[in-house]
């Protein structure tokens, strides 16, 4: 599933739990349901943030807002992301992607943590910082690496 969501609406959706990949297919009386916003193609760790919603005969109710939109009792799409649905019926928990939202009308998608790599070249980009001093001098202090020989 796919839904647009332009900056300034607010939307209700509404999605059965027999139509998600819960409890295996069969019938499920869950305790608790939340829903998370996630990165495109990405999947929910321990980390992630989950917002509980309603739930009432089956189905699940989610109020989503554009960046735009009155906040308000509703779950905020700062840009394009994935909706997640954690379902817990005792003792077992579920996640599920139930779909993707794009936010129309700008705005970028909802930022990745960063990587090593990123991490890394933020520090090597400010010569004035004590960090860049220290990488620099841990690179040139390996013989031909990093000064022109092989």
Known sequence: MALELNRVDRIARTYTLSSLAIGGGGPVTPTAV?????PPRTSPSRDTTWTTVTYAAGAVTVLLAGPDADPTGAVVVPASADLWMRVTYAPEVDAVKVERITVTGG???VAL??????VFAALLADPTSAAHA???????????????NP
Do not use: K
């Not at 939340?34 to 996630?38: G, I, N, T, W, Y």
């Open 34 to 38: 939340e829903v998370a916003l996630l």
């Open 134 to 148: 220290q990488i620099i001098a841990l690179i040139e202090a390996h013989t031909g690496f990093g000064n022109g």
């Open 113 to 118: 943590p960063p990587t090593p790599d990123t």
């Open 107 to 109: 705005g970028a998608s």
